[in-house]
């Protein structure tokens, strides 16, 4: 636990200072072109490697030393920032050296993720895993507090190229902490020795394990299509808020209570650590988390709105359960795959519905909304109704209720 603690304050520290430099990032290149175009493109370019390969890069992790491939991803990145910061430096900046950099980084935190989700299982023993899940996943809400403020305050003062270095020198102490810790490679077990040989039968391996346990699978595409559902929708947020209330004020608040239920939510899971059978756990908070979707969607009270926001935030934090199933059900040595599959199923959901929710909002909804706001929040009350039939019929099905007892733990072995 002591290793898992420091790599969890390191990884903190590293994301902190990634989140300070794409917030400078969107100051600096808004106020040049006045345009949003060229930011989401920032985030397309980074998610694009996942989106295409993370199952490729499953394998590798399964291969190689998992401390090693958490290093070599922080390298990367820090590289990434350093010729970023010489780009502006040098006064010679373009767009394309943003874009080229940010698929850079995203081909390096590919293989970071899997990594990191497969070292926990060797890390931590079996009966604190929902709690250190729910630590590593508060830390991205952590980042998202404590990084835009602090890029902001720091911004006028060491501007961009500054803010790229304080960066530069988080992912170099991640590297120099992580490369001093022991992380544990698991023993082969039978299921990781039957689809090891060459990289296309073990990238078959994760596919097979997983198609073999149909009720896993079912898990597996549920979250995907919650993705699906949660991305798209959460990320109106800004302009359902604005729209309704016409507040700057009210609607800083409110976000601040999406970013303060995160925090909140995951701390109650990594004291509490959630039920036996785990599933009574992520399933019941899926459905509080549909009927927030509905109240958020159809209030127009400030108040109605902060504290639906709240509770859908920090129930939504039990997803971290989901990721402890998986590391309890699924062999250590294939743990690299299955995660990168899961993840790069994630992002195919999560990109889909990007693509699909804004045309759908600005173009049909919207204009033949009465009142403006009453488009968005529609789709947000439909979205809740979704996942709360769907869930009750997923929760429903006696494979996935009993999937617990019916399939075997795996313990990691040294």
Known sequence: MRVFYTLVITQTFSLIGSRMTSTAIGLRVFAETGNAAPLLLVAFFNELPAMLGNSFAGVLVDRWDRKRVLVLSDTGQAVGS?????SFASGSFQLWHLYSIALMNGIFSMFQGPAKDAAITTLVPVQH????????????????????????????????????LIDLLTFAAAVLVVSRL???????????RASSGGFWRELAGGFRYLSGRRALLGLVLYFTALNFLLNGSLELAIPYIMTITGSETVTGVVLAMNSLGGLVGGAVLAFWGGTRPRIHTVMPAMLIVGVMFVVHGSTRAPLVLAVSIFLLIGTLQSWAIFTSILQVKTPPDMQGRVFAMVGQLGYLASTSSFLLIGPLVDEVLEPRAAVKGDGIGLLLVVTGIIILVMTTLVYALPGIRHLERDLPDYTATN
């Open 182 to 192: 022991h992380i544990p490679r698991p023993a082969q077990t039978e299921e990781g």
């Open 82 to 86: 350093l010729l970023l910061m010489l």
């Open 129 to 164: 895993r929902e709690r250190a899940n729910a630590l590593q996943g508060m830390t991205f809400t952590l980042a998202g507090v404590v990084a835009p403020p602090l890029a902001g305050l720091l911004y006028g003062l060491v501007r961009l190229p500054g803010i790229v």
